[in-house]
Each structure stands twice: as structure tokens, then as C-alpha cells.
């Protein structure tokens, strides 16, 4: 168990249609990421939080959208579904920003989205 | 741009011989390298890590990875595979500067397959 977790553990829904899944990150960890994995594009990384400010975008669409709120737990929106969007979605947090030599990033078990 | 490439979708080996999982990288700068493994509805979970120092890096579940700058590879291995060491392994890099400081990237996963 890593310490990191992730709501709902599935989720279905139908094209057009808006989610949010939710990340709590390990205690005492500021940063957290959101990446996205699915057959086609392997694992992308989506989006980066420091301490409730955003850090680093990725490959993340104009239709998603993430927070994370002063209690460091994050939020990714996921709106206008389309069937591509079916994935495994992943967080992940980390003690730091980014530098330091113990700054690996522990995964969620991912919250997987079907949409129909 | 940042890449890691693992050129075997699939390693198969007996239980007790040597394997070797390959990953290759491209990154600017100084590269943090890192090992994860994912089992069937699981999570990713960290194995090792190089920041800098001894080449040979030991991690979890009696894995260890070699890092070689001149061929820029980083290849996980371990002595005698377990049928349980069967999963999915993503090699990642990131960077330890600019404006994807933090972000991972991964390579396509390689699946492992250790036969009794």
C-alpha cells in the first residue's frame, strides 16, 4: 500500500457526460500528479500540483481540469466525455517539488473510466 | 525531448535463470531513473532508483538496475526470477531541471513473464 488514494476505484459513464476522481496524496507529501494510462498512448503524464498551486501541464486536454484544495487532496475533472477517454487514471504524490534524491513518486491504485 | 524506450514488449524466462528487462532513455541534462512494476489491477509500485553515485543500483524484491551514461541505458535485472516477479515493468525518467522538473516519463512497459 502506498499510501496514496484514489476514489471512486471505477467509474462508467456515457459520452458528454462530466467526473471528477479524486487523490489523496501520502501524509506529508505537497506535490501530486495526475497521469493517464490507456493501450494506445501508455502511461501520459497529465498535470502536476505543488501545495495547491499548478506546476507542470502535460499532455492534458482542454476539456480536463484539476485543483488541489488546502487540505492537498487533488481533483481532476474529466468533462465532455468522449469513448477515447476511457482509462486508467493515476495519481501520484511526491515529498517535494521535483529535485532532491528521495523524491521517487508513489502511485494510487488508479481509478479506472469507462465511458459508453 | 525526454523519451524512455523499452524495446521488449515481452520477457519471458524459467523460474531460477537470470533476466534482464532493457530501457533506454533521452533526456536533457542530468537523468533520474527510475523502475516500477504494475500488477493486474494494481497500482504502480516503485522498485529502485538512480540519482547519481554507484552505477549498480539495488531496490526492492531483490531487483537491481545498471546504469550506463555512454549507451544511456538502464537495465533492471535480477539473479533467479520467482513466478511471482511476473508483471508489468515500466522504466521512467525525469529530468532535474526546467519546466518539466518532476514529470515522468515513461516507456511502453514490458511485460514479464517467469514460467515454474
Known amino acids: 500500500d502506498s499510501g496514496v488514494t484514489q476514489t471512486p476505484k471505477h467509474l462508467i459513464t456515457a459520452t458528454g457526460q462530466r467526473v471528477t476522481l479524486r487523490c489523496s496524496p501520502r501524509?506529508?507529501?505537497?506535490?501530486v500528479y495526475w497521469y493517464q494510462q490507456s493501450l494506445d498512448q501508455g502511461l501520459q503524464f497529465l498535470i502536476q500540483y505543488y501545495n495547491g498551486e499548478e506546476r507542470a501541464k502535460g499532455n492534458i486536454l482542454e476539456r480536463f481540469s484539476a485543483q488541489q484544495f488546502p487540505d492537498l487532496h487533488s481533483e481532476l475533472n474529466l468533462s465532455s466525455l468522449e469513448l477515447g477517454d476511457s482509462a486508467l487514471y493515476f495519481c501520484?504524490?511526491?515529498?517535494?517539488?521535483?529535485?532532491?534524491?528521495?523524491?521517487?513518486?508513489?502511485f494510487g491504485p488508479g481509478t479506472r473510466l469507462t465511458v459508453l | 525531448a525526454q523519451s524512455v524506450a523499452q524495446p521488449e514488449d515481452q520477457v519471458n524466462v524459467a523460474e531460477g535463470n537470470p533476466l534482464t528487462v532493457k530501457c533506454t532513455y533521452s533526456v536533457s541534462g542530468n537523468p533520474y531513473l527510475f523502475w516500477y512494476v504494475q500488477y493486474p489491477n494494481r497500482g504502480l509500485q516503485f522498485l529502485l532508483k538512480y540519482i547519481t553515485g554507484d552505477n549498480l543500483v539495488k531496490g526492492s524484491y531483490g531487483f537491481e538496475a545498471e546504469f550506463n551514461k555512454s549507451q544511456t541505458s538502464f537495465h533492471l535485472k535480477k539473479p533467479s526470477a520467482l513466478v511471482s516477479d511476473s508483471a508489468l515493468y515500466f522504466c521512467a525518467v525525469r529530468t532535474g531541471r526546467g519546466s518539466t522538473l518532476g514529470r515522468l516519463y515513461f516507456g511502453r512497459g514490458t511485460q514479464l513473464t517467469v514460467w515454474p
Open positions: 501520484a504524490s511526491s515529498v517535494g517539488l521535483a529535485g532532491g534524491n528521495y523524491n521517487e513518486q508513489f
Open positions: 501524509s506529508g507529501d505537497l506535490s
